[in-house]
């Protein structure tokens, strides 16, 4: 039932990732309770922020909170009219 309302709520990871409210999408195992496959998962996570935070280190902060608000003020406004589905409307005929 989760998986279908966030699919009918526009929050499935594609959604968020074209709607640019994320930044990239993480693969998460199969089996979470797996313990090898969940210590890789965190491990391979561990690197990816790592990676970032180094990264972010040589960057203005000024210039990224700037891009972070203007990020949050974006989210939410889309053309409502243009990404809704089609309904389809049902004609009624009458016999006088």
């Known amino acids: 039932m989760a998986p ?3 699919e009918h709520l526009r929050l499935t990871a594609d959604d968020l990732l074209e709607l640019g409210i994320v930044e990239q999408k993480i693969a998460e ?6 313990p ?3 210590s890789e998962f965190m491990r391979a996570l561990g690197k ?3 990676r970032e935070i180094k990264r972010l280190r040589h960057e203005d902060p000024d ?3 700037a891009e972070r608000i203007e990020k949050y003020r ?6 409502l009219y243009a990404t809704a589905p ?3 409307t049902q004609r009624w005929h009458f016999r006088v």
């Not at 195992?29 to 797996?34: H, R, W, Y």
């Open 4 to 6: 279908q309302a966030a």
């Open 29 to 34: 195992p199969a089996d979470f309770t797996d």
């Open 36 to 38: 090898e496959q969940r």
């Open 48 to 50: 990816d922020l790592y």
């Open 63 to 65: 210039r990224l909170i």
């Open 74 to 79: 974006k989210i939410g406004r889309y053309n």
């Open 86 to 88: 089609r309904r389809k």
